[in-house]
């Protein structure tokens, strides 16, 4: 099993006492409708496009399904995910026949579909920085990445931003008209549509309200992209899994979304999620932003440590001048097993303000008052301050791809060392630096 490189080394911990017969889910990528040379950012052009990718994906599974269980001499269910957009598949492996199914052509890569988590934020009371925020008429995130200069070019207006979390209250009033499309994913992969929409928890509103949230009633602006729009994927909600998130993933696919933003971790280390993040960018010109974790230095969380996701790590204010990173913050230097000649991979890639950010949560019952606004720390703060960020980005320049403007924000990030310690594994590239990128995209 180990020798197979299309084989996740997940699947020994999955595995672990298991009947050796007994049939477990598995997710398997395979080889999809080659990347289109200008893939379309959207509108009638971009929804024929993938109709036609899905139609495309679902013979492929219709082929693979034939061949696994002709290879086996067994029945096993395998079916397309969502529509097909994805080249993604659900299929039921046992420890005997998921080297059959790996050996099938046109097979990437095959994962377990293990249990996922919320990388949990901490609630948090800041009196003195919600002084300054009130005066200030924005958070100290929005002024720190300097977001009202932007502001003079765009506020997001055309950009589509997926956040895959514990779905939101989309009646926010910071949250207004914002909300385009909500959908929960139950474990089973099941779509559920749910009208109004609703957050199982206060996460998933707090990274909308970073995002594409407003003004609260006192002023004070929270998004850093107030005229993009959302999609809520309620993926986080009771015992999600892989496919719960990988369903959610085709979902936003399907639905236009330009960026995908995850605060959000595998229970063991999967090095093959790279595949999904491959299809995403270089297919359909999407780009994952995913938090790095909240497990501190030394230690990293998937998806985020995949080669090719855009990890983000927390900063926090120090001082009235002063930036640092948050002793929370994961960040680690990897090689990944099996690659020639031993990629090293340093995580996070950028960092962004992610501790006493203030956002909004569903109206929330307390002692003294019911609240719609909090303050949390946590690197799943940072990543919608930079989905955010890309939300402009891509709004002022939609025809440039998100990997031209992942370029242009690394290269521009602030590292205090100097240009000469980028990348590291506290501070990645650096802090982003929103305007500055926007002028290297010219």
């Known amino acids: 099993m180990i020798g197979n490189n299309q084989i996740s080394p997940a699947f020994i911990p999955f595995f672990a006492g298991t009947d050796p017969d007994s049939k477990q889910d598995a997710i398997v990528i395979y080889q999809g409708q080659a990347p289109a040379a200008n893939w379309p ?31 086996t001499g067994q029945s096993f269910n395998v079916s397309a995910i969502g529509s097909g957009a994805l080249p993604v598949a659900n299929v039921e492996v046992t420890r005997d026949s998921l080297p059959a199914l790996a050996e099938q052509e046109g097979v990437v890569a095959v994962l377990p579909n293990q249990k996922i988590k919320l990388i949990e934020p901490r609630a948090i009371d800041y009196a003195e920085l919600q002084a ?50 909500f959908m929960v994913i139950d474990p089973l992969g099941r779509r559920i549509t749910a009208s109004p929409t609703f957050d199982g928890g206060q996460h998933g509103t707090h990274v909308c309200g970073t995002i594409a949230g407003g003004k609260t009633e006192s002023g004070v602006s929270i998004g850093v992209a107030p005229e993009a729009d959302l999609l809520a994927g309620g993926v986080l909600i009771g015992d999600a899994t892989l496919r719960t998130l990988v369903e959610g993933m085709s979902w936003a696919i399907e639905n236009q979304a330009d960026i995908i933003n995850m605060s959000l971790g595998l229970s063991y280390y999967e090095p093959l999620f790279a595949q999904i993040f491959d299809i995403l960018i270089n297919q359909y010109d999407v780009l994952p932003v995913v938090a790095i974790g ?18 983000v790590g927390a900063m926090e204010k120090l001082s009235e001048s002063d930036l640092g990173i948050t002793f929370f913050s994961s960040g680690a230097s990897l090689v990944f097993p099996g690659d020639a000649p031993n990629r090293l991979v340093t995580k996070p890639d950028v960092v962004a303000p992610g501790a006493q950010v203030f956002s909004a949560i569903p109206p929330t019952k307390q002692p003294n008052g019911t609240f719609e606004y909090t303050y949390m720390d946590g690197t799943s703060m940072a990543t919608p301050h930079v989905a955010g960020v890309v939300a402009l980005l891509l709004s002022a320049k939609p025809d440039v791809p998100v990997t031209k403007i992942v370029e242009a924000l690394r290269e521009t990030a602030h590292h205090p ?26």
């Not at 909240?294 to 990890?311: I, K, L, Q, R, V």
């Not at 506290?426 to 926007?438: C, D, K, M, T």
């Open 132 to 181: 300054r925020e009130q005066k200030n008429k924005l958070t100290w995130g929005l002024e720190v990445l300097e977001i009202p200069k932007l502001w003079e070019h765009t506020k997001g207006k055309g950009a589509t931003v997926a956040v895959l979390d514990t779905g939101v209250h989309g009646d926010h009033p910071a949250l207004k008209g914002r909300v385009k499309g």
């Open 41 to 71: 950012r959207g509108g009638q052009q971009r929804l024929e496009a993938l109709n036609q990718a899905a139609k495309s994906h679902q013979a492929a599974v219709g082929q693979l399904a034939a061949s696994y269980q002709s290879a």
């Open 294 to 311: 909240n497990e501190n230095h030394g230690n990293t969380s998937s998806p985020g440590n995949a080669y090719n996701a855009f990890s």
């Open 417 to 442: 060392g100097g240009e000469q310690m980028r990348p590291d594994n506290r501070w990645g590239w650096g802090s982003i630096r929103p305007l500055e990128a926007l002028k290297a995209l010219k």
